[in-house]
């Protein structure tokens, strides 16, 4: 069941993005909620060059591994508003077109010659880049495709030519890749993996593919989760409800558009929206006049109010633990692997969705995250103490922004500490054993049947 996505809270971090960024001085209220300005961080358009913290240690410090959750780029909505004319956007790569990238010419010539690729199941069968004239629905843009160029080339001068975590001749079993068996998943990988690895050989790319949105692979069957995932659901829907500005905004654009107010509601009109609003699209127009910008910000200050509201009740935060224990139980035993000396796995990408990465932001405690925008990051980085070798360290960035003392397991940290990360048996010990605290538990088997205390 996904979740109707819903939008940022405020980000421990400046976006490069808007020159106007203020600050927000902790002791005042932080200012309001500003609809336009988080659907503009929401869409990530590519503009000028993003500063970012990935790769910052103290110089006796060795990177071992990195581990990336994306989620996919820029996509067409998923929803259509009923009786409108689709959004105009074309889906073919056009490297003459904006927002562009230099190496967008030389990534489709590639593309189309990617048999030797091992791709598991029916990923072999999805296209390898999107090629519409008319973008298909949840098809990625040429903007998502730019904004993993972007993705991949910033992270390769900081991990490749800066820290030299891969070889030039790098070996297949050195990375691990996954994605769900969405086209907008697998083509984003391929994207940020084109600019980043130090040469792109299809032979050596093995993508697995990921069934579930969770990544929980064999361990999805958690009946508390399903239950705290309906409990949040029915949150959502009350909150919903009791906004009056809301109701009287899909009543007038049900009329606009000529359906009942029910049926427009249930098209997700937002997830339409957002993407008129990412291209700079006049919103549609009937007979009866224009669905605006008026309408637009009512709804999004709605979900904004959502997310600041998910953050405090905690059923989200309790389902989240569930979902995302089985990928983080797997990110710590790949990490642990690697610092007792392993060379296998030291580069590990999971192309995923915005249900993919939202849980596992709350489950670690970043509450300050904003809701992922398109082609948002999360990285754990592992590094060697280069004067106490057996000593490992974790670092957590989102987007760029370092938020390892945001993790409910790393907080006090960096008070008691001269190193700007944090112990890795910590992050360990949350995984294997504190994240079953609040359901009275020690095992994931036994708190997904067990009620939180």
Known sequence: ?????????????????????????????????????????????????????????????????????????????????????????????????KPSHPQLEAFIKHMSKGSAAQMDGSLSSLPRFPSHSLCEMGELTQTGVVQHLRNGQLLREIYINKHKLLPGDWAAKQLYLETTGKSRTLQSALALLYTFLPDFDWKKINMRHQWS????????????????????????????????????????????VGIPTRQLRASNPIDSLLCYFCHNVSFPCTKTGCIGMEHFKVIKRHQLEDERERQEKKLYFLYALLATHPLLNQTVSRLQRIAEGKKEEVFVLYSAHDVTLSPVLSALGITEARFPRFAARLVFELWQDGKRPKEHFIRILYNGADVTFQTSFCKGHYKRSSKPMCPLEKFVNFVKRDMFLIFNSTSYYDACRRRAL
């Open 1 to 97: 069941v996904h979740l109707i996505p819903v939008n940022p809270v405020r980000e421990d971090g400046l976006n490069p993005k808007s020159r106007k960024r203020i600050m927000p001085d902790l002791l005042t209220e932080p200012p309001a909620i500003d609809p336009l300005y988080e659907a503009h961080v929401y869409c990530n358009i590519p503009t000028i060059a993003e500063r970012s913290m990935e790769g910052h240690a103290p110089h006796y410090f060795k990177l071992v591994s990195v581990q990336v959750l994306i989620r996919h780029g820029d996509r067409y909505p998923l929803y259509a508003i009923p009786k409108t004319k689709r959004p105009d956007i074309d889906c073919m790569l056009v490297p003459s077109r």
């Open 213 to 256: 949105t969770i990544f929980c692979s064999g361990s999805c069957d958690c009946p508390m989760r399903n239950h705290y995932l309906e409990e949040e659901q029915r949150r959502q829907y009350s909150l919903r409800v009791k906004n009056n500005d809301l109701e009287k905004i899909y009543v007038e654009m049900a009329k606009i």
